[in-house]
């Protein structure tokens, strides 16, 4: 099952959403699987012209693979710029994971900090492909096409901080 499946059975039926075992990470579901789909559930109920501005995400507990989920979306407190959201993951009556999202309208603001650049990087097609390893890596990570760009992989010891 694609992401886009998943994504479309929360906005179907939020109630009950069965992550398939292709999406585990060891005993449990992908933990970014889980986020992203709460998200979805939360976003759903968020007006037009108010994006994401923060969001906190616990993992309370593994999100059994193969088994019924209940994506749920609350809305705790809604403006004229901002709404407070909360998400939450039930399974089998226990909470899973636990998601609180600010969604706002842009301010204007006088304070303009500007960010450091973003690393030059080459094209796609220049880039090594990491692949996916049945038995060695996790299992998401089949649905995943990755590829590194710049910098020493992690745990290298390579002394600078650009890599991806």
């Not at 999406?23 to 789909?37: I, K």
């Not at 009556?93 to 609180?100: E, M």
């Amino acid at each position: 099952m694609e992401l886009c499946e998943l994504l479309q059975a929360v906005r179907d039926n939020p109630g009950s959403v069965v992550v398939p075992a292709s999406w585990g990470q060891g005993r449990a579901g992908f933990g970014g699987l889980v986020a992203a789909l709460v998200f979805e559930s939360m976003r759903a109920k968020v007006p037009d012209g108010r994006p994401l501005r923060s969001l906190a995400i616990t993992f309370v507990g593994p999100l059994a693979l193969d088994t019924p989920a209940s994506f749920e979306a609350e809305v705790l407190r809604e403006g004229k710029a901002v709404s407070q959201m909360l998400g939450r993951v039930m399974q089998d009556g226990q909470v899973v994971t636990i998601v609180q999202g600010s969604f706002g309208a842009a301010r204007s603001s006088v304070v303009d900090v500007a960010a450091e650049p973003a690393p030059a990087m080459p094209p796609v097609e220049a880039c090594q492909e990491l692949p996916y390893v049945a038995g060695v890596t996790p299992e998401f990570t089949r649905y995943l096409a990755m590829r590194w760009g710049i910098g020493g992989l992690p745990f290298s010891g390579n002394a600078s901080r650009e890599m991806g």
